[in-house]
């Protein structure tokens, strides 16, 4: 199994700086894409950044500019800065990796427990 524990969370001030990361642990053989996810009351889940494992990253519109993704492949890490961070930005952010275990050579899915994010006005 893996497992993943995010942190940096917080509350934030209008144009402030949070910083999120999150560290993959268990059997695993690799991680492909890592990702952070996030999920505002009442809102579906969304994704917010992706990194492939050679680095190639993707944001969404919303966040372009403000964000960086990256990770470290030894450690199986991923990070978040976020910058120049808005009220709406205020939801639960989760981290999402799709790892291959030693136990199955599938790809999964695997997510962390989330991580409160609350940008004041």
């Known amino acids: 199994q893996v497992q993943l524990v995010e942190s940096g969370g917080g509350l934030v001030q209008t144009g402030g700086s949070l910083r999120l990361s999150c560290a993959a642990s268990?059997?695993?053989?690799?991680?492909?894409?890592m990702a952070w996810y996030r999920q505002a009351p009442g809102k579906q889940r969304e994704l917010v950044a992706a990194?492939?494992?050679?680095?190639?990253?993707d944001y969404a519109d919303s966040v372009k500019g403000r964000f960086t993704i990256s990770r470290d492949n030894a450690k199986n890490t991923v990070h978040l800065q976020m910058n120049s961070l808005k009220p709406e930005d205020t939801a639960v952010y989760y981290c999402?990796?799709?790892?291959?275990?030693?136990?199955?050579?599938?790809?999964?899915?695997?997510w962390g427990q989330g991580t409160q994010v609350t940008v004041s006005s």
């Open positions: 999402n990796a799709k790892a291959v275990t030693y136990v199955s050579l599938v790809p999964r899915d695997y």
């Open positions: 268990g059997s695993i053989f690799r991680t492909n894409a």
């Open positions: 990194i492939t494992s050679t680095g190639a990253t």
